[in-house]
């Protein structure tokens, strides 16, 4: 009897069905070939023709399948299988993950802290490098900088911003916009607000469509317009209580009377800090107009669709030749540059930022080193449970994918407490970053971030399952069921040893990056910055608008201001500046050699210009070199004289005594040396060394020329030294500052060593993050080591036994234990070290007087991991020098 | 090639009503089915199991007709076929169908025959 099943399975076969289903139909369908074989021979047929004949009706020439095919359910063939068995292995997971509660609570721990912090760098990253601004179309957004060969980046002088908005053709239109502090007045306390000159075209341009009222219309950016202010609305709801009658309302800002317009959304994302926004023609007339004043503007665009970057800035720079040979005097030398508006905001952090990335990479990598330890650990002792499996018929790859199932499972557990870790993590991170971090406000954790956590613990639980789903897979069922409960594979111990070398060698670089951190703020601190930082006080301050009217009363204004704040206890000395060193805000101006005019623009140079009253040396206590400082006699009647710093002085007069010399400066003309004091790193104490205009120049207020007095009058500094601690006394200074009109505020209460402390906050965020990152690896690179000694010390236990019987000594066996530790620990020590020679370069610039790869760091890093890695090892160490040979023994 | 299609669609078409017309009595097994259909066509309709059991396994599955295995001593299981409720009313609706074409078709061809 031909066997009918096995002929008919085979013309099944390429319908995949279901198991069960398959073994019905083959019954089903040999009942029916043999009953028509027996009808066949019952005829007369031979045996071969019969059972030719039979089988040919039955399913020849696969009608069978293509008729079936239509019927029964044919799952597609992967996928039905491979569903069918995800399920399983699904519930299978589940069920081992739950037996072992004590392993998968620790493996997830430690996948959270990695995936955790993973995701919340990214949430940083994604909210402010990878997302679009919350603007229409903001990849056309714009900011137009000058340049010149000093500078690759400068603030805008408004004549040629009119100039490039008139000419231009690649922009839909241009907006000029300066930051400023507000004085606000008349609804009681004196207040001062941040707040913005824009161009009326800066709403359009953002696409910002006001809450309430409207932008600012054209004919309101005139100089010679009433003024109107548009508010923001954390202004309004906070400071005017959401007035809904606000529109028309008049606010006294800076003595001007601005009647309310608009209001602008909740979720504006510009200038955040800004309250109010007043048209920008409204600033200063004599300052704005000069084409060789460059007031601090910044300057918008919005590229018509279908302009490229290239073809705009190509434009632009154009424009500013033609400007440069129009106007010599102010232009020569100068050119044009086009950024994407994001980039200009994001540029400076971004590479702290990928910094962080790569190391927080590093952090997951290790603690996936970690488990993958663990796992390959409890699939040793899972063998038997393989090799019955395999014994039974499970293919490897099933086993395979059993276990990536499994690991995937438990990242994905781990990363469902790694977004919460993530959610506190961010926040922490926040508090970490620098106030300047652009963006914060939308760091959230989004789809994206989601979509990212989803794919790395995916991609981290395939990582970490590999080696010990292969390692589970090659289990041979006869070795292992021969062998016993006390499996052991050398194979499995060489895969750990490369998973330890690995977290070692990992850990040295984010402890080197951290050590470079380090030592980089440490030097920082340790710079000296021009001037004695400690108990100075520093704080903004306006004038009445009261006095602002003339200059003669805005110089009184101050004389007195600075006699009552003299008079408070505790006051050493008090000034006045335009400029705080580190603090952000420079103030630069051009000067050239002689007495003659203004020459070509590239032939003048620029320097630190400080507008300052004569305490301001006394209260920084900035060493004076030469000749002497301001004094009180020193009034605008007088010849203006002017004090340099020593980098000015050899700059204009080397080898030779300045003082009394004279030498010309832009808008006040020929001014005389009266002193020459130390260089004081206004620029930052890493960054003043390398900056390109070092030269300083202080100059007198009193003899600022009345014209730019109001200028002057808004947004100055009072700088104050202090006996007792700087912040005990901001009270009484607030009450003296406000006047006889008690109108005048004081904010931004800032102690010098917090600004100090401000200005490498950068940095000191990245170190702080490197540190905890480091010490994270640095735990978890010896928990790693010292499980696998520990592990290996068990396996020895039957070969130390004999050892010590044989007479071994205790120094002997600890020697032996440790060697094989520490041989580990200095594969990972020495692949570690090169990695880090080479990655380090990376982070160059973040570095302040020490080189990347530091020979003096690095060796301290890896004198400090193998120091760890020998106390990880000693301790198994230990425990295997207590092993008794005879219970050893007995074992076997 | 044309003229053989068709052959088969007929045959499709009609065989569903063939088939549940021979379970409406008793249970049946797919030899058994495919044995009637050529003994009681006298040889004019002849299904080889390759399409029997497809079409028995549609009908199973529109409900019309369960299949159940049923072991007799002796012998092999075998699956017995037997009509459902639902099949029973698709029966009668089916042969009125085919009456009604039958008739139709026969008015006309003997329209033209006159």
């Not at chain 1, 919350?134 to 990849?139: N, V």
């Not at chain 1, 400066?665 to 005389?672: A, F």
């Amino acid at each position: 009897m031909p066997d009918w099943n096995e002929q008919i399975r085979k013309q099944l076969r390429i319908l995949n069905l279901k198991i069960a289903r398959e073994a019905e139909i083959v019954e089903e369908l040999a009942q029916h070939a043999e009953d028509r074989y027996r009808e066949l021979r019952g005829g007369g047929a031979t045996e071969t023709e019969a059972r030719r004949i039979a089988l040919e009706e039955t399913g020849g020439h696969e009608l069978l399948a293509r008729e079936l095919r239509a019927i029964e359910r044919t799952v597609a063939p992967d996928r039905g299988r491979f569903l069918a068995g995800l399920a399983q292995d699904l519930r299978y997971g589940f069920r081992t993950l739950r037996k072992n509660a004590a392993f998968t609570a620790v493996a997830m721990l430690a996948l959270a802290l990695g995936i955790g912090a993973n995701t919340a760098i990214f949430s940083v990253v994604n909210g402010v490098l990878l997302q679009p601004l919350a603007y229409p179309d903001p990849g056309r957004l714009m900011m137009i900088f000058e340049t010149t060969s000093e500078r690759s980046q400068m603030s805008v002088a408004y004549p040629n911003f009119l100039d490039w908005r008139r000419e231009s053709r690649s922009f839909t239109d241009m907006a000029a916009t300066r930051s400023d502090d507000f004085n606000f007045t008349g609804t009681g306390e004196p207040e001062h607000l941040s707040g913005e000159y824009v161009s009326a075209s800066l709403f359009p341009i953002l696409g910002v469509t006001p809450f309430m009222g409207r932008g600012f219309l054209p004919q309101e950016d005139r100089h010679d317009a009433a003024c109107a202010v548009v508010i923001g609305y954390g202004f309004w709801k906070q400071r005017l209580g959401a007035d809904p009658n606000i529109l028309g309302k008049v606010l006294t800002l800076n003595a001007m009377s601005c009647a309310v317009v608009g209001v602008l959304p909740p979720d504006l994302r510009f200038r955040e800090r800004a309250q109010v926004y007043v048209p920008i023609e409204q600033y200063d007339a004599g300052l704005l107009r000069e084409r060789e004043s460059h007031p601090g503007l910044s300057v918008f665009g919005r590229l018509k669709p279908g302009v490229t970057i290239k073809a705009a800035q190509a434009e632009i720079a154009s424009i500013s030749s033609v400007l440069a040979r129009e106007y010599p005097v102010t232009n020569a030398g100068h050119s044009a540059k086009v950024v994407r508006m994001k980039d200009d905001m994001v540029a400076y952090i971004r590479p702290t930022l990928l910094l962080l990335v790569g190391a927080v990479g590093f952090v997951l990598i290790i603690a996936c080193a970690n488990v993958a330890n663990l796992l390959l650990a409890r699939s040793t002792a899972r063998k038997r449970e393989f090799a019955i499996r395999t014994a039974l018929g499970a293919e490897r790859g099933r086993i395979v994918r059993q276990l990536l199932t499994e690991s995937v499972l438990l990242s994905l557990g781990a990363a469902a407490i790694g977004l919460l870790l993530a959610r506190w993590g961010t926040r922490l991170v926040l508090a970490a970053a620098p106030d300047s971090l652009p963006r914060s406000a939308e760091i959230v954790i989004d789809p994206y971030v989601l979509l990212f956590t989803l794919a790395v613990s995916i991609v981290t639980g395939i990582l970490f399952g590999l080696a010990p789903a292969f390692h589970g897979a090659n289990a041979n069922p006869q070795e292992s069921l021969k062998e016993g409960a006390r499996g052991a594979g050398g194979g499995r111990h060489r895969v750990e040893s490369v998973f330890v070398a690995v977290e070692i060698g990992l850990a040295v670089i984010l402890l080197a990056g951290a050590g470079l951190m380090m030592q980089s703020v440490w030097r920082l601190l340790r710079v000296d910055p021009g001037f004695d930082t400690r108990n100075i006080l520093t704080m903004g301050t306006a004038l009445s608008p009261k006095v602002m009217a003339s200059p003669p009363a805005i110089r009184l204004a101050f004389e007195q201001m600075l006699g009552r704040v003299a008079a408070i206890p505790g006051v050493q000395s008090v000034a006045l500046t335009n400029m705080v060193p580190l603090a952000g805000g420079y103030n630069e101006i051009f000067f050239w050699r002689g007495t003659g005019p203004q020459p070509p623009q590239d032939q003048t140079m620029s320097a630190m210009f400080s507008i300052v009253t004569p305490d301001y040396l006394r209260a920084m206590q900035i060493p004076l070199q030469r000749g002497r400082f301001f004094t009180d006699r020193d009034k605008l009647a007088a010849p203006p004289i002017v004090v340099i710093d020593d980098v000015l002085a050899r700059h204009l007069f080397p080898g030779q005594d300045p003082v009394g010399r004279q030498f010309s400066v832009m808008v006040l003309g020929t001014v005389r040396i009266v002193g020459v004091t130390g260089h004081v790193k206004y620029w930052g104490l890493d960054s003043d060394d390398k900056a390109k205009i070092r030269d300083q120049i202080y100059f007198p207020l009193l003899q600022v020329p009345d014209r730019f007095m109001s200028g002057a009058a808004v947004g100055q500094t009072l700088l104050l030294r202090t006996g007792p601690e700087p912040l005990s006394i901001v009270s009484a200074v607030r009450a003296q500052v406000a006047g006889p009109t008690q109108d005048q505020p004081i904010y931004a209460v800032r102690t010098m060593e917090q600004i100090m402390s401000g200005s490498l906050a950068e940095r000191r965020f990245a170190m702080l993050v490197l540190m905890v990152f480091a010490a994270t690896a640095m735990l978890l690179a010896a928990v790693g080591i010292y499980g696998v000694m520990s592990y290996a010390v068990t396996r020895r236990t039957h070969e130390l036994g004999i050892r010590v019987a044989l007479g071994a000594s205790r120094r002997e066996i600890v020697g032996l234990v440790l060697r094989q530790g520490m041989r580990l620990a200095a594969m990972g020590l020495a692949g570690g070290l090169v990695a880090a020679w080479g990655l380090t370069r990376l982070m160059a610039g973040l570095l302040y007087g020490v080189r990347p790869a530091d020979p003096a760091t690095l060796a301290a890093v890896a004198s400090l991991l193998a120091g760890i890695a020998l106390l990880a090892c000693y301790i198994p160490a230990r425990r295997a020098t207590a092993v008794d040979p005879v219970v050893a023994l007995r074992c076997e | 090639m044309e003229d053989r299609s068709i052959d088969r669609e007929w045959k499709k078409g009609s065989a569903e009503m063939l088939l549940l017309s021979l379970l409406e009595a008793l249970p049946r097994h797919g030899y058994e089915l495919g044995k009637l259909i050529e003994q009681r066509s006298q040889g004019a309709l002849r299904f080889h199991a390759a399409s029997l059991y497809p079409l028995l396994y549609r009908l199973e599955k529109r409900g019309w007709i369960q299949g159940r295995w049923v072991e007799k001593s002796g012998q092999r299981r075998r699956r017995y076929y037997r009509l459902t409720a639902q099949g029973r009313k698709v029966l009668a609706s089916q042969r009125r169908g085919w009456q009604t074409f039958v008739e139709a078709i026969n008015r006309i061809t003997g329209v033209e025959n006159a």
